[in-house]
């Protein structure tokens, strides 16, 4: 599906994503020459660990000669990670110029007081309207009705930092990367997550969860990097609005959540990776809900693609 309006992207010379919440941690894995894991000494002394839970968060450098850009997207589960990881890994979230929330549920907002209001000045929160809905719930087959704690806009007004709502994609950093919102759902087997329900009125609806967005950046000489939150929308409908947003065929990395775990959604592993096999990224990172099974079908399919993520590690592109 062609969008009228392509967004012309900026190509950054170097990019880089640190992992500041996942849910998986080694402090064992090996660097290489673009993945850098955490250390575990510094001067001598063992440092603080590093915490992983069911969560996700990114922070985003991207440096185009003189020209350097930081955002920041997502604030893991609780209260306690996100920032843990912030001071473990010396992160100045001083330099960080706009924040991005993927989606509203728990898993990604956690620790959105503790990080917006440890900067010194206000700045951008972008976010889809969507994600402030605040009746969300599971609704599964037996009846059972639990709810999912979401984004609330009273929390976020009380930060002082200015909330940028949209619905369509969104340039930041000075062009450098654009926010990948209302993503169509084009394919035919990523049907989005059955249980995922709202209340209105007394009424129950079907959530389709249409805050879910990623971030696009376009590296020179290599193509787009696409990182998602949850991927609630499917990753192959993210990476084909990607694609149609920037105009940019050439997929050359894939991070963040793909949402293939569980019952659910174990059934098509083996559709995605075909589908991913079109676009032949030289990267894939696979984190958060993607899921043990389908984490090791995407290393045997990929194996000179794959990267096994954990809290701390930094991806250099």
Known sequence: MAIDTQIDMKQAVNLSITTVVDNYTD????????????????????????????????????????????????FGLSSIAAPNNVAVLELDLSEVETFVISHGHHDHIGAI????????????????????????????????????????????????CPI?????????????????????????FEKGLPTAHYKLKGKLFKDDITDDQGLVFNVKGKGLVIVTG??????INTILHAQNITGVDEVYAVIGGFH?????????????????????????????????????????????????????TKIVL
Request: aromatic share 6%.
């Open 27 to 74: 402090v064992l894995l090996t660097s290489t020459e673009n993945v850098k894991r955490a250390t575990l000494v510094k001067d001598g002394k063992r440092k603080k660990p590093l915490l992983a839970e069911h969560g996700l968060s990114f922070l985003f450098e991207i440096v185009n000669g003189s020209e350097r850009h930081v955002v920041m997207m997502d």
């Open 113 to 160: 007081k503790e990080i917006l209001s440890s900067i010194p000045r206000p700045v951008d929160v972008v976010v889809h309207p969507d994600a402030f809905i605040e009746t969300r719930l599971h609704k599964f087959p037996d009846g059972r009705e639990v709810p999912i704690p979401s984004l609330r806009r009273d929390v976020v007004d009380t930060l002082g």
């Open 164 to 188: 940028v709502e949209i619905k369509s994609p969104m340039s930041l950093a000075n062009g450098y990367a654009v926010t990948i919102t209302g993503i169509p759902r084009v394919t035919d």
């Open 230 to 235: 949850c991927g609630h929308s499917g990753i």
């Open 260 to 312: 293939l775990t569980g019952p659910f959604f174990e059934p098509i592993i083996d559709r995605t990776i075909e589908e991913m096999k079109r676009f032949s990224p030289k990267v894939i990172v696979p984190t958060h809900c993607t899921g043990w099974k389908a984490m090791v079908a995407f290393e045997k399919q990929f194996p000179d693609s794959f990267v096994l993520n954990s809290v701390g």
